[in-house]
């Protein structure tokens, strides 16, 4: 079984950038996709990226679509989410996931984006 834990998260002002990251245990995680999420205040799950095994093809969320970038490094069993020009509704707990429902993610990690 997989656990996840993510890590990363802070208060930020509007315009500005954080790097999450999320460490995956086992062996299997270069032969997994993998998945962001993220939950708002009073909001549903919402999907932000889908990876690739090798991370050559990435799905972005059209709300995040050109600011945020994911990387994974299958050697340290890490999954990164690159945060940039973050705007106030970006605020929510971040979720690493490994299925594209978000059924088995870790506990998350907050981000908040305020003046």
């Known amino acids: 079984q997989v656990q996840l834990v993510e890590s990363g998260g802070g208060s930020v002002q509007p315009g500005g950038s954080l790097r999450l990251s999320c460490a995956a245990s086992?062996?299997?995680?270069?032969?997994?996709?993998m998945y962001w999420f993220r939950q708002a205040p009073g909001k549903g799950l919402e999907r932000v990226s889908s990876?690739?095994?090798?991370?050559?093809?990435?799905v972005y969320a059209e709300s995040v679509k050109g600011r945020f970038i994911v990387t994974r490094d299958n050697a340290k069993n890490t999954l990164y989410l690159q945060m940039n020009s973050l705007k106030s509704e970006d605020t929510a707990v971040y979720y690493c996931?490994?299925?594209?429902?978000?059924?088995?993610r870790g506990r998350g990690t907050q981000v908040t984006v305020s003046s």
């Open positions: 996931a490994i299925d594209s429902d978000g059924r088995t």
């Open positions: 086992g062996s299997i995680f270069s032969i997994l996709s």
């Open positions: 990876t690739s095994t090798r991370g050559l093809r990435t």
